[in-house]
């Protein structure tokens, strides 16, 4: 099954190559402001779904654009597509985004395959036999300290995603680790976090198909992935954290308190510690109401 994950992703991949020569053609629609799908996304998609069902056909499909309309919607075999992640980096030819095909049995992720098109890098991971990029064979990093770490995220981009929150975790982390980025692609923020690239990464708003391929080569390359309170749930929940053994403790004990799972007290800390932002947009002096309250949830992101 993995062999054919595979195909599929470098069909869809042969299919972004083609288009990225001619960006300027390609058509793009919106679909919330800041959230953009172009006929490339669709014909991926279309690409990888013909891919598997011709080859198993009695099996699901959940994919990003098309949801299970395809395939057969009580199968205990699920494929779960993403078939441009960094659709934005796409259509501005910022060369950071991927194919995500991951394989889930009866509801865990059993098969994994992540293609990068602008390097021909795939990664690829079944359950019990590890994770692996091209033929290498992938371990996560082995730094134990935020302060030498490199960590991934995403930022809020959508009407009424709580910015004011995020900026306090952004900035929590930020204060303790090496380096923060925002590549742009979800699933190959995770990619790299197997790959040891990136010693952790944490997002909100997350939809199945941004993780579950990513998640399997994290914890088949011997990292960890969970909620930001630390449990191994999370593919509905919408929320992410990732990392090698160390460097997940030490996320997730910053991140606990903005879960929408964190615990009361926890939720009253935040409220308590988040500061009220002033609008550059208002008169001097005028100041703005305090962020949103927790029980509302982080930002929302996908």
């Known amino acids: 099954m993995l062999n054919m994950a595979v195909k599929a992703a470098r069909a869809a991949g042969a299919i972004i190559n083609r288009a990225a020569l001619d960006i300027e053609s390609v ?24 891919t598997l069902l011709t080859a198993y056909p009695d099996h699901g499909i959940l994919a990003e654009e098309s949801g299970r309309e ?10 779960v597509i993403d078939p441009l992640d960094g659709t934005t980096n796409f259509i501005h030819g910022f060369p950071v985004y ?8 009866r ?14 890098d795939l990664f690829t991971a079944t359950r019990g036999r590890g994770a692996y990029l091209n033929d290498r064979r992938l371990r996560v990093s082995k730094r134990i300290q935020l302060k030498e770490s490199l960590v991934s995220t995403g930022f809020p981009f959508r009407p009424g995603d ?56 994290v914890t088949e390359a011997g990292g960890l992935v969970g909620n930001f309170t ?19 403790g030490q996320l997730v004990k910053i991140l606990q308190k903005y879960s929408k799972f964190a615990s009361a007290g926890e939720k009253a800390d935040l409220r308590q510690n988040t500061p009220t932002l002033v609008d550059p947009g208002m008169a001097p002096g005028a100041r703005v109401a305090p962020a949103a309250r927790i029980e509302e949830g982080p930002v929302q992101e996908g």
């Open 107 to 120: 509801g865990r992720v059993e098969q994994a395959v992540i293609y990068d098109p602008t390097r021909n």
């Open 70 to 79: 395809h395939g057969n919607a009580t199968a205990d075999h699920v494929w």
């Open 98 to 105: 991927c194919v995500s095909i991951a394989l889930l049995v």
């Open 27 to 50: 058509r793009i629609s919106q679909k919330q402001v800041n959230d953009y799908v172009t006929e490339v996304d669709h014909a991926s998609e279309q690409a990888i779904i013909e």
């Open 162 to 217: 709580n910015f004011n929150v995020y900026l306090r975790m952004m900035s929590e982390v930020m204060k303790v680790t090496g380096g923060l980025r925002r590549p742009g692609a979800a699933a190959l923020d995770l990619a790299y976090v197997a790959a040891g690239y990136t010693e952790g990464f944490f997002e909100t708003g997350l939809s199945p198909w941004d993780v579950a391929a990513g998640s399997l080569l």
């Open 230 to 248: 630390g449990e191994a749930d999370f593919l509905e929940q919408r929320e992410c954290v990732a990392g090698n053994p160390k460097i997940y």
